[in-house]
């Protein structure tokens, strides 16, 4: 399936962080229409507006009715998911069911973070859904790609890194590799993705950065003052890891974001003060 075969692109999940990023993307590269889906009852949001204001059409939408759903994804060639919380399974089964009744021609779930098809035993609670979502995917006939990416640098927090009080807990060794890349950057390679071949039914992987937790902790360093302190408190965490020996990054046209900027936005955000 060739990329000038997607004409239209619609976005569930677009007003948060992830999906606006994404939704942001297609609108800069201006080759779609993009369709972004809200629940209902229709609300007042400033990201939803201002992807209307930048070209993007705002459907309301109930996930628990089919017709709805069907209304709104008609004419639709690419469903994009950015769908977090509780409720992703399922919201993501019904949009997965309205996309077969239109003939949708490909479904890029809410993945992003780590590489499902390697998970083995016993499924963590917090990636349940996600597999369980792709076993339904793989079954429905509609094309997909998986994008992973790594941990986001915008959530650098949960790998211990405290931007308020100057402090960094390793919940791991210090020695453990960890894929991250921007939001920014992860937005693009969505919107590219669909010009590579080897994204048709299969797994993209990215990175923006491949450091241990004791290099990304001498980037703070380098930018931040006075130095964090580590505390000494190794316990069980989930972190996400990924084979970086397969990356697709040479796939793409553009160099990703250093982890140099992504660290200096995350001091210079509220979260420092």
């Known amino acids: 399936m060739s990329s000038t075969s997607f004409k239209v692109i619609t976005i569930a999940g677009a007003t948060g962080l992830l999906g606006f990023n994404i939704a942001e993307a297609f609108l800069n590269d201006g080759s779609y229409k993009i369709k972004i889906l809200r629940k209902k009852p229709e609300s007042e949001n400033k990201n939803a507006s201002l992807l209307a204001s930048k070209g993007a059409e705002v459907i309301y939408i109930d996930y628990n009715d089919k017709s709805d759903l069907v209304k709104a994804l008609k004419g639709t060639d690419v469903i994009v998911s950015a769908i977090g919380g509780t409720d992703l399974m399922a919201?993501?089964?019904?949009?997965?069911?309205?996309?077969?009744?239109?003939?949708?021609?490909?479904?890029?779930?809410?993945?992003?973070?780590?590489?499902?098809?390697?998970?083995?035993?016993?499924?963590?609670?917090?990636?349940?859904?996600?597999?369980?979502?792709?076993?339904?995917?793989?079954?429905?006939?509609?094309?997909?790609?998986?994008?992973?990416?790594?941990?986001?640098?915008?959530?650098?927090?949960?790998?211990?890194?405290?931007?308020?009080?100057?402090?960094?807990?390793?919940?791991?060794?210090?020695?453990?590799?960890?894929?991250?890349?921007?939001?920014?950057?992860?937005?693009?390679?969505?919107?590219?993705?669909?010009?590579?071949?080897?994204?048709?039914?299969?797994?993209?992987?990215?990175?923006?950065?491949?450091?241990?937790?004791?290099?990304?902790?001498?980037?703070?360093?380098?930018?931040?003052?006075?130095?964090?302190?580590?505390?000494?408190?190794?316990?069980?965490?989930?972190?996400?890891?990924?084979d970086n020996k397969n990356l697709n990054n040479d796939k793409f046209s553009f160099t990703p974001r250093p982890v140099t900027e992504g660290i200096s936005d995350l001091v210079k955000s509220k979260y420092w003060q």
């Open 91 to 242: 919201t993501q089964s019904a949009l997965l069911n309205a996309a077969k009744e239109v003939g949708v021609k490909r479904f890029i779930p809410s993945e992003f973070g780590c590489d499902i098809k390697e998970i083995t035993g016993e499924v963590h609670p917090f990636h349940k859904p996600k597999v369980e979502f792709f076993k339904e995917l793989e079954k429905s006939g509609i094309e997909y790609t998986i994008l992973v990416t790594g941990l986001f640098y915008e959530y650098f927090e949960y790998l211990g890194f405290d931007h308020k009080n100057k402090k960094a807990t390793f919940y791991a060794d210090g020695n453990t590799k960890i894929v991250c890349t921007s939001l920014i950057d992860i937005g693009k390679y969505t919107v590219e993705s669909l010009k590579l071949s080897e994204a048709r039914n299969g797994i993209i992987r990215v990175a923006g950065s491949v450091l241990t937790l004791n290099e990304l902790l001498k980037k703070y360093e380098e930018i931040t003052a006075p130095v964090p302190t580590i505390e000494d408190d190794f316990v069980a965490y989930l972190i996400v890891s990924l």
